[in-house]
């Protein structure tokens, strides 16, 4: 089985853009979560997905924003983008939401 | 809200050495507790975990038990090797949809 995998793997950015993150599920997995890493730090919970619908969510601001695809793949979009949003960006898919997460390698976003 | 804390580092170690990480936790209701592995380059693996007080995780020689008492969850490993090196993170989820980790310790062992 195909693990999750995230594109692309690196991307700069400059302010103000707009970006977007996919992110293919584990075969078999149905709930996508999303976190930031910046340098340094733990993941931070940026939001879930399950079927298709938002499931929880973390304190980032609306800008951040998230779609969910009937073959359970995942995109983040992030608006407006400001220098802080320079991170890791990992998605992890999981069978059910109450299951192991299993993490993708990321996506390495830097805005300048 | 839920948090966990863990020991910073960077922590560095010989082969063959006694490794121990420390994380503590505080929590609204009664978490779930992992450790998550981030190897150079890579994303987070899922080393071990435990679900409830007195459980002991185990993984590749790395150990950790849940205990309520202290609210912690050390991890230790008797033995670290080379292949040990990377970021170690401490977890909980509570509401099993969103996993809140420590900042992540660096370990580093040399042969």
């Known amino acids: 089985e195909t693990g999750v995998t995230q594109s692309p793997t690196h991307l700069i950015k400059t302010r103000g853009q707009q970006v977007t993150l996919r992110c293919s599920s584990q075969?078999?997995?149905?709930?996508v979560s999303w976190y930031q890493q910046a340098l340094g730090q733990g993941p931070q919970f940026i939001f879930q997905?399950?079927?298709?619908?938002?499931?929880g969510r973390g304190n980032f601001p609306p800008r951040f924003s998230g779609l969910q695809f009937p073959n359970y793949s995942s995109e983040l979009n992030v608006n407006a983008l400001e220098l802080d949003d320079s991170a890791l960006y990992l998605c992890?898919?999981?069978?059910?939401?109450?299951?192991?997460?299993?993490f993708g390698q990321g996506t390495r976003l830097t805005v300048v | 809200g839920d948090s966990v804390t863990q020991m910073e580092g960077p922590v560095t170690l010989s082969e063959e050495a006694f490794l121990t990480i420390n994380c503590t936790y505080t929590?609204?209701?009664?978490?779930?507790l992992f450790w998550y592995v981030q190897y150079p380059g890579e994303g987070l693996q899922l080393l071990l975990k435990?679900?409830?007080?007195?459980d002991k995780g185990s993984n590749k020689g790395f150990e950790a038990t849940y205990r309520k008492e202290t609210t912690s969850f050390h991890l230790e490993k008797g033995s670290v090797q080379v292949s040990d090196s990377a970021v170690y993170f401490c977890?909980?989820?509570?509401?099993?949809?969103?996993?809140?980790f420590g900042a992540g310790t660096t370990v580093t062992v040399r042969a």
């Open positions: 435990a679900t409830k007080a007195d």
């Open positions: 997905y399950y079927r298709e619908e938002e499931n």
């Open positions: 992890a898919s999981s069978f059910v939401v109450n299951t192991e997460a299993f």
């Open positions: 075969s078999g997995h149905n709930t």
């Open positions: 977890a909980l989820s509570v509401n099993d949809y969103k996993l809140s």
């Open positions: 929590a609204t209701g009664y978490p779930s």
